[in-house]
């Protein structure tokens, strides 16, 4: 919960490596999504994606989507590529929680979603 990213960095790091509940991931996870800090998305998945794999993570955020959409409109930029990069035979899950969120979302986020999706395209 520190402030600091560097702070945090060090701290989220050692994570994977003494956290195997993969409940206690997800919700490791879900606070680094409520922050909705674009640039602080990385930390957060790689700090739980060695525990739930891929898959789950994606699925996890296909929930997300659903109930608050606006965590994966900050998370996006950091989050396409790494899933292009580590996982691309799961990119047919970002299509659906892009599309999830397209739905989902607010009006006064729209721009902001759309120049997130047009920076960073599937």
Request: no cysteine; net charge positive.
């Amino acid at each position: 919960m520190h402030d600091s990213d560097l702070v945090r960095g060090s701290a989220l790091r050692i994570i994977p490596r003494v956290v195997r509940d993969k409940g206690i991931l997800i919700k490791f996870l879900d606070m680094g999504l409520e922050k909705k800090n674009i640039s602080g998305t990385k930390l957060w998945v790689k700090a739980t994606v060695s525990g739930l794999g891929y898959k789950r993570l994606l699925k996890h955020l296909q929930e997300i989507a659903e109930k608050e959409p606006e965590w994966i409109v900050y998370a996006w930029y950091q989050l396409v590529p790494i899933v292009r990069k580590e996982a691309p035979e799961h990119m047919a899950i970002l299509e659906k929680i892009r599309d999830t969120v397209d739905i989902e979302l607010g009006s006064d986020l729209r721009d902001f979603w759309q120049r997130n999706k047009d920076a960073v395209p599937l």
